[in-house]
T-cell receptor, first 116, second 111 residues
């Protein structure tokens, strides 16, 4: 149980375009979804926390107008990287907290974004 | 001071040996502690969590928690080449769902 499906697994886009990343909780309701970014050989950096039906909470230094987060339902959270630039190239991962037997945080499989 | 600190790697151990990973945290009120394994290019996968002082064993893995010392460790017994990965320690902030991650320790198991 507690599976988070993340798509796409990788994407290459041109500088200036926007990219949407989706995370779906398949067998549970994710009222909260965390979005992380990970640069090579670095740890996960929390970008924002999305809550179903309300605005996302962004960490300090993360541009909310650049990284648009939508959590319109209990099973779907999306991250849109707007006007992407090469420095946005990174590994983006979503994560949802589990409960009960699935205690712990389930991660999506990650999205490798390359902006050229 | 970083919230979560892990012993710097890389850690190289021979196959069959015990790999010992350490983690300290700064917030004394932290409640839950997690160990994740991350293979290169993949997302983290949960190995185990612990929230009570003492040891918790799951197969070849043992997590140890000492809240007084603000210290949590992970032992990997009978290390296998497939255990070669980066191990992330994560701590749950009090009254918050957020996780704080350490920088990770890369483990290499030599065949």
């Amino acid at each position: 149980g507690a599976v988070v499906s993340q798509h796409p697994s990788w994407v290459i886009c041109k500088s200036g375009t926007s990219v949407k990343i989706e995370c779906r909780s398949l067998d549970f309701q994710a009222t909260t979804m965390f979005w992380y970014r990970q640069f090579p050989k670095q740890s996960l950096m929390l970008m924002a926390t999305s809550n179903e039906g309300s605005k996302a909470t962004y960490e300090q230094g993360v541009e909310k107008d650049k990284f648009l987060i939508n959590h319109a339902s209990l099973t779907l959270s999306t991250l849109t990287v707007t006007s992407a630039h090469p420095e946005d190239s990174s590994f983006y991962i979503c994560s949802a907290p589990g409960t009960g037997a699935n205690y712990g945080y389930t991660f999506g499989s990650g999205t490798r974004l390359t902006v050229v | 001071q970083k919230e979560v600190e892990q012993n710097s790697g890389p850690l190289s151990v021979p196959e069959g040996a015990i790999a010992s990973l350490n983690c300290t945290y700064s917030d004394r009120g932290s409640q839950s502690f997690f160990w994740y394994r991350q293979y290169s290019g993949k997302s983290p996968e949960l190995i185990m969590f612990i929230y009570s002082n003492g040891d918790k064993e799951d197969g070849r893995f043992t997590a140890q928690l000492n809240k007084a010392s603000q210290y949590v460790s992970l032992l990997i017994r009978d290390s296998q080449p497939s255990d070669s990965a980066t191990y992330l320690c994560a701590v749950n902030a009090p009254n918050d769902y957020k996780l704080s991650f350490g920088a990770g320790t890369t483990v290499t198991v030599r065949a």
